[in-house]
């Protein structure tokens, strides 16, 4: 049953509901009751907005609770749910007896992906030289659901140009879709702003090929995609846990195409915008939440807006200052990191930058080309000062539209 198979406008049917529902599963023991978004009623008690101490959901989890403490260990009855929501479940449906085991369904891995892919990609007419552990490498942070998205939209596009076969480019044209949106190739943008984009994907790709912490670098590109004006794509590596050195190094790459902006044009545009949240958020997260300031100190206050409807932050207003002040410091030290390696490559730089205007797609070949191979982290014998973001996404630095904002 789904939860909210259980919600009724009229008072007491969940709960004769969840009774039936009981009496069914003893008299076919032994047998296994699923319930899917278990939130439905499953959500902490008191904290129903809007609602009276009556509420009729109260009343069916208050059965759901009663008759699951009923069962003995001989009743040959298995009760199991499911919800993207489990912080929010009441305690008293978690607790031994009832709910006491939890299974966390995480995204999928590396060998997973691959697994995945082989059971939809059945279905199509594939290149014989497609090589699907180089698609699991190219969809860290994919769910299965997005899998399927992916081989859908590659037999598509390679219906549309009459392929016999689905081959490995329709299959990177279908990812870079799906995270970027359409490419809107039609769309006039004069060439002032044209050139400002560039040099801004081109100082993404520049700081990120310099800082061997970095996400690889996949592609550059400035043709209009979704609602960006240019993209730097990066395939992140698959990390479970990250250094300081590292998520700095990640943030003055994220700051790399408003330095770029700085520098080329002594002046900044709105076209940041996407960097700018991405990076606000990283190092709010360090100061606050990892303890990576020294004059913090090892502190983490937890999301205290989530936490039910507690209205007071758990911190005061001069502990709150610091944190900013903080945040602001991290910032200013990417910025400079990113302005240093900007300056010191200057030539290269703007050669990657006329290099875009010119092809409008660029890959990690042209950037190897240009500055040489890339240092990678294991290279380092110093700490490196780099760092790639959350294993769990396929990372994509945007241009923002000026015109969406």
């Known amino acids: ?78 009760i199991l749910a499911a919800t993207n929501r489990a912080d929010i479940l009441d305690k008293a449906l978690m607790r031994a007896g009832r709910f006491d085991r939890q299974i966390t369904i995480d995204l999928p891995e590396l060998k997973d992906r691959e697994a995945i892919f082989n059971v939809h990609l059945k279905k199509l007419k594939l290149d014989p030289a497609l090589d699907t552990s180089f698609l699991a490498k190219q969809t860290p942070g994919f769910s299965g659901a997005d899998i ?45 702003e044209k050139r400002t984009i560039a040099f801004h994907e081109a100082g993404h790709a520049t700081v990120s090929w310099f800082l061997p912490n970095a996400n690889p ?24 846990i990250m250094t300081k050195e590292q998520m700095m190094d990640e943030m003055a790459s994220l700051i790399g195409g408003r330095v770029a902006e700085e520098i080329i044009n002594n002046k900044i545009s709105s076209g940041a915008l996407n960097d700018l949240e991405r990076l606000t958020k990283m ?35 001069k502990t709150a200052e610091m944190v900013d002040q903080e945040t602001k410091v991290l910032i200013d030290k990417a910025h400079q990191m990113a302005k240093d390696v900007l300056e010191s490559h200057m030539d290269g730089f703007k050669e990657l930058a006329n290099l875009l205007l010119e092809k409008e797609v660029i890959f990690a ?26 294993a769990g996404e396929t990372e994509v630095h945007e241009t923002a539209d000026a015109e969406k904002q």
């Open 283 to 317: 190092a709010y997260a360090m100061v606050a939440y990892y303890g990576m300031s020294d004059k913090v100190g090892n502190v983490s206050w937890y999301n205290f807006q989530e936490d039910g409807y507690q209205l007071s932050k758990p911190f005061s207003e």
């Open 1 to 78: 049953m789904s939860g909210s198979d259980f919600v009724e406008m009229f008072v007491g049917v969940g709960a004769s509901r969840v009774r039936d529902l009981f009496k069914q599963a003893k008299e076919k023991a032994p047998c296994i009751v699923f319930i899917d978004e278990i939130d439905a009623v499953g959500r902490a008690r008191g904290k129903n907005v809007g609602f009276s101490s009556n509420d009729e959901r109260e009343n069916t989890l208050n059965q759901l609770l009663t008759e699951m403490d009923g069962f003995g260990t001989n009743s040959g009855v298995i």
């Open 148 to 192: 399927a998205n992916v081989c859908n939209e590659a037999a598509l596009i390679a219906a549309r140009h009459n392929k016999k076969f689905v081959d490995r480019q329709d299959f990177l044209d279908a990812i870079d879709r799906i995270i970027g949106g359409l490419e809107r190739k039609s769309k006039i943008i004069p060439p002032s």
């Open 365 to 390: 070949e042209d950037l190897e080309r240009i500055y040489g191979p890339r240092v990678k982290e294991t290279e380092i014998k110093e700490p490196a000062k780099d760092s790639p973001e959350d």
């Open 217 to 240: 670098l996949l592609k550059v590109t400035i043709i209009p995609r979704g609602k960006a004006l240019g993209a730097a794509w990066y395939v992140p590596e698959e990390r479970q």
